[in-house]
């Protein structure tokens, strides 16, 4: 089974500001089959990125993801208010699937 | 747009059955692979498994002994049956398409009870 463990846990930052979060895999994601989600209190989580670096449908240029292997990264350029959540990721490489434990993304 | 929504008892007495059904609206069932995923109060995602539109099936296998994953593409639904339940699986249920969920339904709590 692959563990994803994210990085950090909670990440306290202001509107505007550049959010880095990390997401580190315990063996390679072969084709970089690595997804990234953002989830608001009492919805579903909402896909932001797969392949590890390809936007879904609708979301905003300001979320980007890269890495490959063991490393993945998700940058938010500049958070907007609507940007605090929490972040988790996925690997859909091999079975079973498995989801990262979340960041925090809280404001300042 | 693709729509999902999960249907089913809200509240499930422990050693009984969960039985959920996820109706898909604004797109076909075929050619897709359809996940479940729960999450605990409070807590992280979990993979439950998916299935094929097919058919084919891929269970986590904490869950495997459990479950049931099945698919009734005549009426665009697929389905989950989790077998003797206990409070650990009190969860958010959430349906999704695909093996990234690029569509989720809203996700319907299943509280384990007597």
């Known amino acids: 089974e692959i563990v994803l463990t994210q990085s950090p846990g909670t990440l306290s930052l202001s509107p505007g500001e550049r959010a880095t979060l990390s997401c580190r895999a315990s063996?390679?994601?072969?084709?970089?089959?690595l997804a990234w989600y953002q989830q608001k209190p009492g919805q579903a989580p909402r896909l932001l990125i797969y392949?590890?670096?390809s936007r879904a449908t609708g979301i905003p240029d300001r979320f980007s993801g890269s890495g490959s292997g063991t490393d993945f990264t998700l940058t938010i350029s500049r958070l907007e208010p609507e940007d605090f959540a929490v972040y988790f990721c996925?690997?859909?490489?091999?079975?079973?699937?498995?989801f990262g434990g979340g960041t925090k993304v809280e404001i300042k | 747009q693709v729509q999902l929504q999960e249907s089913g008892p809200g509240l499930v007495k422990p050693s009984e059955t969960l039985s959920l059904t996820c109706t898909v609206s604004?797109?076909?069932?075929?050619?897709?692979?359809w996940s479940w995923i729960r999450q605990p109060p409070g807590k992280g995602l979990e993979w439950i498994g998916y299935?094929?539109?097919?058919?084919?099936?891929n269970y986590n296998p904490s869950l495997k002994s459990r479950l049931t994953i099945s698919v009734d593409t005549s009426k665009n639904q697929f389905s989950l049956n989790l077998s003797s339940v206990t409070a650990a699986d009190t969860a958010v249920y959430f349906c999704?398409?695909?093996?990234?969920?690029?569509?989720w339904g809203q996700g319907t709590l299943v509280t384990v009870s007597s």
């Open positions: 999704a398409r695909d093996l990234y969920g690029d569509y």
């Open positions: 063996q390679s994601v072969s084709s970089n089959y």
């Open positions: 299935i094929y539109y097919s058919g084919s099936t």
């Open positions: 996925q690997q859909y490489d091999s079975s079973p699937l498995t």
């Open positions: 604004g797109g076909s069932i075929s050619g897709y692979y």
């Open positions: 392949g590890a670096s």
